[in-house]
């Protein structure tokens, strides 16, 4: 049964990759989303297991120690750690909270912060984690032909459960389960490897203290009296020992480099691959899956050869594989997206082919050298870990039970094997602590994406060339030498990336660009793009790219999708984001915004009389794009004193330090930072609410982007709001299903029980809904009614939207419309964020066209609360009772055909009365009135039908239309007619019951008298 801790090896590696996905995840809740703060996180993760590796892997050779006894401790402990963790994580937020308060005037103390409060976080768990290897290697290496067997096969099966943990999370576990199901998961896996260290594998002998093994003489043999250890007769000549062939310190430095490689090469696979996989949690985690998986394999690849070939000679072979394999993929990895679109068109399906053909590319790019660092790292740590004493043959052990775990006059080393394992792991995890913060610090922001993989072949070489140096002055030479001819040969068949194929935007509408692969038109769809900007930053790689043949167009792209432009559509919706909430609320005095994109939405902001403006922007470079880029669009919002730049995550900021001065936008760069021109010091922030927060970061379904959507959030926001307060909330319905709508305004109302949805397809035939929503009511106020401000009616983007009737043509559905469709939909939230994972899904579908229908379907006719009286509507009631209405507004009716081909809308002043056994509504067109012709079509859109027959009727000896509609349970009057002084237009709708609907006509007729 010794060989079944390889079982729970897979169960440790299986929890281990969930715990660094969730906690992760959780980290940048607190710190925030940006690459910085995930590569901070994740170096802290590394250098804690290297700690737990270095110390815990001597305690595997303590006398007395049972390693298969610390190995079930060390899973007992994670699991203990792992069970508490959302309790720690959630006294960690606070803790940073008030750090927070202390450094986030100093950028340098704030990054500090972060990377002390993370590391304090990991610290524990990812230190038993490291003293889990080196524990079980020791167990399993019980005579030294057994040492590379148990490195190799151990870290293999280790690996591989990591890999399948990485591929279900986001399929399977996360929906299905939720983060917290997850953690219980990740918990129970670790139990069942304790568990099964405790009760299944057999007890080995205990470690004997034997300090001769080590060359130092010892005085007098030891009282051995346990009957079931084997019991060595001693010399008392001391044993000597002599210097190891070549220094184990070449290999050792090797091992750091090839670690620091490992995951500076991951992360910029990530970082390069995502610009055709999407950044959704599907392609991190996939891409992930593939690299473990391949590490995973490496293990049995070294086992089969550690027989034949020493591990040297394996480890430096391994090296050499993953440098030609990064070499020859070079300068084709521009290019993976031809791969993809062969793959997808070869399974012709839909998400699942998608993400098949996704798999199988980042293989093809990622694993070969995947594969060559599987076999590698054990190579390594045979050779590291190998006896270098000379034994004196006097040393003998008796032919008892047990006696493979002790060394054996030929030697094997093993009385320090853990210590040594842990060591050197602890070094590896040195390298790869290294590459997250070399390539997230360095690598990215200096040398791009392709400048970083040339970083890492330089790293790779020097690495072969190490291993080298311990086979003597001669091979080392030759492989100096070859080392350098095949560095020179990839630099010089390297080419610039042709940065087109980046912006194909395969993963945002792959159907429409397989469509156009398999008409032959692919080469031509993309040969007219203009890359104008290009820059791998720490948080991201934001582009900016021209469509047009004229070249007078601009999109700016995040992780190769478009998340601002200025062609109309975007212009439009960019441009009401600031407009509508501005011209809604009474009196707006401090205004946020969270995502600038091309700065126009806070420029159009800057418009209105505000006192001050903050904008959080996550990415230094997006803001250094819009300055050079949108000026045109944006004007001089980066001039304006009371606009104030955060460049940091927008959630982080809204809970750590909402309402902050932040950073003033300088006209040239200064010394702060030379290269995107901004301060690396801001000003202090204050606890002041905001009147109005304007919402649009990226799609709800990319990671990071979808923290900004979930019902967490948006009670941030809603504590971050004043009373009065309203959030302007963008959201996409364009390859967006009708259930993820409706998750998302069900998360919505949690926090806002008051919202109003608008779309302004009508005019731009775009996918992108506006939402207003507050805690209270929201009122147009009456001055909006009678006309817009000038800074909006002036605007030549809103030439169709620029008054209140085109505004209000928008208006959609209201919570009070749309609760009966809201009942028991999902939310999205921190634990279970459907929209991250269903999103992907919805990318096959168009489905903008019938969720428009299907909204309207639910409310032909919506209210949105205004001050109206009956006096500012051109008539008078002459009925008994008029008295004050009981509710008015600005009623919104829509117009389509049954063949739902056609719709158009249109909004009108309301009022309603309720007299005892009555409704009397009124309506009025706003603004512009409707010609008589177009009577009959309101009316039938009024009862929800296109079929149906007015009458001719006189109002007041005017002529009306009139439809009646009823039984004898219930009457409904429809009465249109226009007066003939003032020319405006009125439509009545008249309910009674019981009663025949004929004899209400005339009544109906005479309920009002034109002014």
């Not at 990740?186 to 405790?198: D, E, I, M």
């Not at 930072?673 to 919402?695: L, Q």
């Not at 817009?788 to 085109?806: I, Y």
């Not at 009772?881 to 829509?894: D, F, H, I, Y």
Request: hydrophobic share 45%; with cysteine.
């Amino acid at each position: 049964m010794t060989n079944g801790l390889y079982l729970f090896g897979f169960f440790s590696g299986f929890s281990a990759i969930l715990y660094q996905i969730l906690w992760m995840r959780s980290l940048s809740l607190i710190f925030g989303s940006s690459a910085v703060s995930i590569g901070i996180s994740l170096a802290g993760f590394m250098a804690g297991m290297g700690l737990g590796s270095f110390f815990l892997g001597k305690r595997a050779d303590r006398p007395g120690a049972r390693p298969e006894r610390l190995y079930a401790w060390l899973e007992l402990g994670i699991a203990a750690y792992g069970a508490a963790s959302p309790f720690i994580f959630s006294a960690g937020n606070a803790f940073f909270k008030w750090l927070y308060g202390l450094t986030a005037d100093h950028a340098t103390l704030l990054l500090f912060a972060r990377a002390a409060s993370s590391f304090l976080l990991l610290l524990l768990p990812t230190f038993l984690m490291g003293g889990t290897f080196p524990a079980a290697v020791r167990y399993l290496a019980n005579s030294a032909d057994r040492r590379g067997r148990a490195l190799g096969f151990f870290y293999a099966v280790n690996t591989v459960g990591a890999a399948a943990a990485a591929f279900l999370f986001p399929i399977i576990l996360l929906e299905s389960l939720g983060a917290t199901g997850v953690t219980r998961l990740a918990v129970a896996f670790n139990l069942l490897a304790a568990l099964g260290a405790f009760l299944v594998l057999p007890s080995g002998p205990q470690i004997l203290a034997v300090s001769a093994y080590r060359g130092i003489g010892v005085s007098e043999k030891p009282q051995l009296s346990l009957t079931d250890t084997p019991i060595l007769r001693y010399s008392d000549t001391p044993i000597r020992s002599s210097p190891p062939p070549a220094s184990p310190y070449y290999i050792g430095a090797a091992l750091l480099l090839s670690g620091l490689a490992a995951l500076g090469l991951e992360t910029l696979y990530n970082r390069v691959l995502i610009l055709s996989f999407g950044s959704s949690i599907y392609s991190f985690s996939f891409i992930l899956g593939v690299f473990l998986m391949g590490i995973g394999l490496g293990g049995p690849v070294f086992v089969a050869l550690e027989r034949r070939f020493s591990p040297a000679a394996i480890f430096l072979s391994a090296q050499a594989l993953v440098f030609t394999a990064v070499a020859v993929s070079l300068p084709w990895l521009d290019r993976i997206c031809l791969l993809q679109l062969r793959l997808f068109d070869f399974f012709d399906g839909a998400f699942g082919a998608f993400h098949a053909a996704n798999i199988l590319a980042v293989t093809a790019a990622a694993g070969i050298p995947a594969l060559g660092f599987g076999i590698g790292y054990p190579a390594a740590l045979k050779c590291l870990t190998a006896d270098r004493d000379v034994l004196s043959p006097k040393l003998q052990t008796q032919e008892i039970p047990g006696r493979d775990f002790l060394p054996s006059a030929k030697g094997a080393g093993l009385e320090d094997f853990g210590a040594r394992t842990g060591a050197w792991s602890a070094v590896n995890s040195v390298g790869t602590t290294l590459g997250s913060l070399v390539v997230t610090f360095l690598a990215l922001p200096v040398l791009g994406a392709q400048g970083g993989f040339f970083l890492m072949l330089g790293i790779l070489g020097v690495s072969i060339v190490l291993i080298g140096l311990s086979f003597g002055a001669k091979r080392a030479a030759a492989i100096v030498a070859g080392t350098a001819l095949a560095a020179g040969l990839s630099l010089g068949m390297s080419p610039p990336w042709d940065m087109r194929y980046f912006h194909t935007q395969l993963a945002i509408d792959p159907s429409w660009v397989l469509q156009v692969w398999r008409q032959g038109e692919f080469r031509k769809a993309i040969d007219p793009l203009k890359v104008k900007y290009f820059r791998d930053g720490p948080d991201g790689t934001v582009s900016v790219v021209d469509f047009s043949p004229e070249g007078a167009a601009a999109s700016l792209f995040v992780n190769g999708k478009v998340d601002a432009s200025d062609n109309f559509s975007d212009m439009v919706t960019q441009t009401l984001l600031a407009h509508l909430p501005l011209q809604v609320h009474p009196a707006p005095r401090k205004v946020l915004v969270v995502g600038l994109g091309s700065g126009v939405t806070a420029a159009e902001a800057a418009k209105y009389p505000v006192e001050r403006l903050d904008v959080v922007e996550i990415s230094r470079d997006v803001v250094e794009a819009g300055r050079l880029f949108f000026r045109h669009v944006s004007g001089g919002v980066f001039e304006d004193t009371r606009v104030r730049l955060h460049v940091e995550d927008g959630r982080n900021f809204l809970a750590m330090r909402a309402g902050g001065h932040g950073c003033p936008v300088p006209e040239a760069p200064d010394s702060g930072n030379p290269r995107t021109g901004f301060p690396s010091i801001c000003e202090g922030g204050d606890p002041d609410r905001y009147d109005v927060i304007i919402n649009e970061p990226s799609n709800a379904w990319l990671s990071g982007a979808s923290s900004l959507f979930t019902r967490e959030y948006y009670g941030i926001v809603a504590d971050r709001l004043a009373e009065d307060g309203i959030l302007c909330q963008w959201f996409q319905i364009y390859s967006m299903s009708w259930e993820n709508l409706t998750s998302l305004l069900a998360t919505l109302r949690e926090a806002f029980p008051y919202f109003y949805v608008f779309n302004y397809s009508e005019f731009t035939s775009g996918g992108d809904l506006l939402i207003l929503a507050g805690r209270n009511p929201i009122v147009l106020p009456k001055q909006f009614l009678e006309g817009l401000d000038p800074r909006m009616t002036g605007n030549p983007t809103l030439e169709q939207v620029r008054t209140p009737n085109g505004l209000l043509k928008g208006f959609f559905i209201s919570q009070a419309e749309a609760a009966p469709i809201l009942e028991g939909r999902p939310l999205h939230t921190d634990d279970r964020p459907i929209m991250e994972l269903r999103g992907p899904k919805d990318l096959f579908t168009q489905s903008s066209f019938d969720i428009r229908f299907r909204i309207v379907e639910s409310a032909r006719e919506v209210l949105f609360p205004a001050r109206v009286r009956a006096e500012d509507l051109g008539v008078t009631p002459v009925w008994d009772g008029a008295g004050a209405p009981e509710a008015a507004g600005v009623r919104v009716l829509s117009f389509f055909d049954e063949t739902r081909s056609y719709l158009q809308r249109a909004p009108f002043k309301y009022l309603r009365w309720d007299p005892p056994g009555e409704e009397v509504e009124l309506f009025v067109p706003l603004i512009s009135g409707i010609s008589s012709k177009s009577h009959s079509l309101t009316l039938s859109a009024m009862i929800g039908s296109n079929v149906a027959e007015p009458r001719n009727v006189s109002v007041n000896g005017h002529m009306a239309t009139a439809l009646a509609v009823g039984d004898i349970t219930e009457s409904r009057i429809y009465l249109a007619w226009s007066c003939p002084v003032s020319g405006n237009t009125f439509y009545l709708r008249h309910k009674t019951w019981p009663g025949p609907a004929d004899p209400l006509i005339d009544r109906s007729a005479r309920l009002f008298r034109c002014h």
